[in-house]
C-alpha cells in the first residue's frame, strides 16, 4: 500500500481520536489515559513518517523546506504531549496546551494532504511510494511493539 495511503488512514485515527477529546476532560484519570493512547499513536505516526516519508522528501530540492517546516511541527506536537502529561499543570493551562497541540494535528494533517502528499506524487515515483508505504507500517508496528513493553 502507498505511503500516502497509510497516511491518510493515520490522519483518520488521529482525527477520530481527538474528536472524542470532550468525554475525557473532567476526568483526570481518563485524561491520563487519553493522552497515553494520543502519545503511543502520535509518537510512532510522527517517528515512522519522518523516517519514510519526510526524509525521502527533503532530499528533493523542491520539497526541502516545506518539509523541515513540517518536521518543526511535529517537534512542537512531541514537546506539548509531553508537557500535558506532566501532573502539575493547572487546568487552564492544560487546557491551552491540548487546544494548541490539537490545532497542529490539524495543521500537520492538511499539510500532508493538501501539500505534501501533491510533492510526493510528483517527486516520487510510484514504486518508491508503495516501498515506503511497507516499511512505514514496519516501522510504526515495531515501535508500537517496543512501547508496550515499556
Known sequence: MSILKNLKSEHEALKNLLANFDSVLEDYNQRRDYLKTLSRLFVAYSYAKEKNFYRPLRKKKE???RILQSM?????VDQLIWQLEEEDLVEEEWYVKFKTMVMLVFNIINHDENDAFTLASQLLKTD??????YTFQEDKARLQRVEHRC
Not at 518543526?72 to 512542537?76: G, K, T
Not at 518508491?128 to 508505504?133: A, F, M, P, S
Open 63 to 65: 520539497a526541502r523546506l
Open 72 to 76: 518543526e511541527v511535529h517537534i512542537l
Open 128 to 133: 518508491t511510494l508503495n516501498h515506503l508505504g
